[in-house]
T-cell receptor, first 110, second 117 residues
Framework: LAKTTQPISMDSYEGQEVNITCSHNNIATNDYITWYQQFPSQGPRFIIQGYKTKVTNEVASLFIPADRKSSTLSLPRVSLSDTAVYYCLVGRPRDDKIIFGKGTRLHILP | EAQVTQNPRYLITVTGKKLTVTCSQNMNHEYMSWYRQDPGLGLRQIYYSMNVEVTDKGDVPEGYKVSRKEKRNFPLILESPSPNQTSLYFC????????????????FGPGTRLTVL
């Protein structure tokens, strides 16, 4: 499993675009990049997944450069309700162990 | 409704008293897993199961047991709980083997907050 590194915490303001970058230098050819969101006392929830270039859904965008050694989760126009912990995971479709790590604690200010 | 359920949601117990936390999913998922979450340590995997009768250790398996006799159920057993097992526990399931848009998308239960005195 590729190790991931992401900032421990970030602050931003309502209405801003927030970008959280995750480093995964040892990503393997068959690895996908997946991001989860977790609110206090709730289980994590899947946000977005990608393999290369850019993926966008109704919640976020995921940017992956050509070398795939990092990825950036982009949250457009955040609100207070986006305050949560965001986890970056790297792994293959048939992985057994799953490593969430400590995530990035995002705090949105009014 | 597709969901993962856990019971109980809250439990206070004493050291050494065996307990079981149940986990059930109705999505026909092959993969199920247990995690514990502690302040400052993130989410750590305890045990996982790739399918019925197939279980294996995660990163923090000491003091826990699991079983997977049926596809939908994956109970977590603490034979002799200790205070250092006080934590928030999550069960999750996913299906890496069926055709789907998102690989290994984990679906989480609501959590069980366990306190061992």
């Amino acid at each position: 499993l590729a190790k991931t590194t992401q900032p421990i915490s970030m602050d931003s303001y309502e209405g801003q675009e927030v970008n959280i970058t995750c480093s995964h230098n040892n990503i393997a050819t068959n690895d996908y990049i997946t991001w989860y969101q977790q609110f206090p006392s709730q289980g994590p929830r899947f946000i977005i997944q990608g393999y290369k270039t850019k993926v966008t859904n109704e919640v976020a965008s995921l940017f992956i450069p050509a070398d795939r050694k990092s990825s950036t989760l982009s949250l457009p126009r955040v609100s207070l309700s986006d305050t949560a912990v965001y986890y970056c995971l790297v792994g293959r479709p048939r992985d057994d162990k799953i490593i969430f790590g400590k995530g990035t604690r995002l705090h949105i200010l009014p | 409704e597709a969901q993962v359920t856990q019971n109980p949601r809250y439990l206070i117990t004493v050291t050494g008293k065996k307990l079981t936390v149940t986990c059930s999913q109705n999505m026909n998922h092959e993969y199920m897993s247990w995690y514990r979450q502690d302040p400052g340590l993130g989410l750590r995997q305890i045990y996982y199961s790739m399918n019925v009768e197939v279980t294996d250790k995660g990163d923090v398996p000491e003091g826990y047991k699991v079983s997977r006799k049926e596809k939908r159920n994956f109970p977590l057993i603490l034979e002799s709980p200790s205070p250092n097992q006080t934590s928030l526990y999550f069960c999750a399931s996913s299906s890496p083997f069926q055709g789907q848009t998102n690989y290994n998308e984990q679906f989480f239960g609501p959590g069980t907050r366990l306190t061992v005195l």
